[in-house]
């Protein structure tokens, strides 16, 4: 169980916020060197980097669904740090290579390719970050209007009636991380954007995001209520498997990247941990009357809030003192650590990996829970996620999770992709993959520290919608 620093305030991590945001100019500037870019009118540049070997970014085919975060890192990095080279070389690279992303039918990661880019960009314009410009804004409106309505048509529906967005392993499948990609949705959304259909059939954005998101807390989260035998609060599947060829019905939880459908695969916990909590921020800033088709705004965010609540509480129990998780909470070889919740994680182990870019999604969240419950008034409660988010951070801000090795091109260090698939790469001496770093973790660390800066320098509050237009 994670061992909550209740003293620790954002203002006490700067020192440590200084120092992560001059290593992550030097591997932002590695990477740039590395990967040689196309443009506009030749797209066609270095693959995607999407994780690292022997300290080296590489790519790897499955989809290129990293690609947003490496130039929305170069945005984040000026956000942090007023370096304006790294605020036009991100808006550069997603002019020149980001547009294929806007219109693919085929992935659930709109949110992590498209908001990451353009839509830092238009947050960073609506914040007074950078100069007004019309043409700019009406570029970055216009994508997010796009990638917003394009996810959305990736839809399948349930025997109920409602529906979710699929994965790319086809209709039948319904990922946890898709939770975060409903953020393309919700900013289509509030730029007066839908879903046109057959015989100009207008469809909501908003009741697309609502429904995938009940269906996803319905069915991918366990509450302890006796779902199953394996029936844990907080619990949480990777898929949820579907009878699309037939009925619709629900049928079994299934996992391609956790250990089993029955255990939790740590990462898609996080995803569900961000994602409940960002969602209610932002169906916060919705009058009520928006939700009438829904059932209403009070069912709709008691149901949100709840699968935030349980995934968070989960993650906090089964989690080592330090905050950072193995990469899956039901995998073999954590039986032979011994009292691995009663201690520190251990990256260099010799039976199963950490997943440090869990524990930088995962803070975010319970950093965003303790906002939500603060806002309602419950600040006791907010308190205790909130320091447990602030516990996570320090130790990430920390060897041996920050990287310090210039020569290494990643910044957050012992982050997992694929441990089934054996895709990450284990280092001469050792028994499991420990020591490299990944695009969405080093993505996700950038934007928890930049969240907790902005907190501790008393700046706006940092939300993927920004400020109110």
Not at 232 to 241: D, F, L, N, P
């Amino acid at each position: 169980m994670i061992h909550l620093n209740e003293k620790l305030t954002p203002a006490d991590l700067l020192p440590k916020l200084d120092k992560f945001w001059h290593r992550s100019a030097e591997c932002l500037d590695a990477i740039e060197a590395t990967f040689p870019q196309g443009t506009a009118t030749s797209p066609q540049g270095s693959a995607t980097p999407v994780f690292t070997v022997e300290g080296q970014y590489t790519a790897q085919g499955w989809t290129e669904w990293t690609q947003g975060f490496q130039y929305g890192s170069l945005l984040l990095q000026f956000d942090a740090t007023d370096e304006q080279r790294f605020f036009e070389l991100g808006r550069q690279r997603t002019v020149d290579s980001m547009a294929s992303h806007l219109t693919h039918v085929g992935v659930h990661d709109h949110g992590f390719n498209n908001v990451s880019t353009y839509g830092n960009l238009w947050r960073l314009m609506n914040e007074g970050r950078v100069p007004e410009d019309e043409w700019q804004r009406n570029f970055c409106e216009l994508a997010l209007k796009v990638t917003g309505a394009v996810q959305a048509s990736r839809w399948a529906v349930t025997s109920d009636g409602t529906g979710y967005i699929y994965s790319f392993n086809g209709p039948q499948s319904l990922f946890v991380d898709t939770i975060r990609s409903c953020r393309a949705l919700a900013i289509s959304y509030q730029l007066g954007h839908a879903l046109m259909g057959e015989q100009d059939l207008k469809i909501s954005l908003l009741e697309c995001l609502i429904e995938h998101s009940v269906n996803t807390a319905r069915y991918n989260i366990w509450y302890g209520e006796g779902r199953d035998t394996y029936d844990i609060r907080g619990r949480t599947a990777h898929e949820s498997i579907f009878n699309t060829a037939a009925s619709g019905e629900y049928r079994c939880p299934s996992s391609q990247q956790g250990y089993s459908p029955f255990s939790t695969w740590t990462r898609g916990l996080a995803w569900a941990m961000l994602g409940f909590p960002e969602q209610l921020e932002w169906l916060a800033t919705l009058p009520d009357e928006e939700f009438e088709v829904c059932g209403g705004r009070e069912s709709v965010e008691a149901l949100f809030l709840k699968a935030a609540l349980a995934t968070c509480d989960f993650y906090i129990e089964q989690t080592p003192t330090c905050g950072v998780p193995y990469w899956d909470t039901g995998a073999p070889g954590l039986a032979k650590l011994g009292d691995y919740l009663d201690r520190p994680a251990e990256p260099f182990n010799a039976f199963e990996p950490v997943d440090s870019s869990a524990a930088a999604i995962a803070a975010q969240g319970l950093l965003r829970l303790g906002q939500v419950l603060d806002v309602r008034g419950e600040t006791a409660s907010g308190a205790r996620y909130r320091q447990a988010g602030l516990t996570v951070l320090d130790t990430l801000l920390d060897e041996p999770y920050l990287s310090t090795d210039s020569g290494h091109q990643g910044l957050l260090l012992h982050s997992i992709y694929h441990r089934p698939n054996g895709w990450d790469h284990i280092p001469a001496g050792q028994t499991i993959p420990c020591g490299e770093s990944s695009m969405w973790g080093d993505y996700h660390a950038r934007e928890l520290a930049l969240y907790v800066g902005r907190l501790a320098k008393e700046k706006p509050y940092y939300t993927f919608f920004g400020p109110n237009q």
